[in-house]
């Protein structure tokens, strides 16, 4: 019993974990934000997780969306 229970915790772990994904996983809403206000960058990666995406541009801006799509923190890292 104490084997499954620990196999399951290290399950649930795996599965909470940020994963990377395409940037074609981005709600619309998120897609929109970016080509507005960030015309001529790149999507570097794209990390989800069960609630929110985090997105980092070629101009070094992370982007943190809610999982619906709308933008909640932008962070800069290149003086941008």
């Known amino acids: 019993m104490k084997k499954l ?3 399951f915790v290290a399950f ?3 599965a909470l974990a940020d994963m990377i994904v395409p ?3 981005l709600p619309k809403v998120a897609q929109d934000f970016i080509a507005q206000n960030f015309k001529g960058t790149t999507i570097m990666y794209v990390e989800m997780d069960h609630n929110s995406y985090d997105v980092m541009l070629s101009n ?3 982007i943190d969306f809610h999982i ?3 933008w909640k923190d932008i962070k800069s ?4």
């Open 5 to 7: 229970f620990l196999v």
């Open 77 to 80: 890292y290149m003086g941008v």
């Open 60 to 62: 070094g801006v992370e």
């Open 68 to 70: 619906t799509g709308e």
């Open 12 to 14: 649930l772990g795996v």
């Open 23 to 25: 940037a074609t996983s």
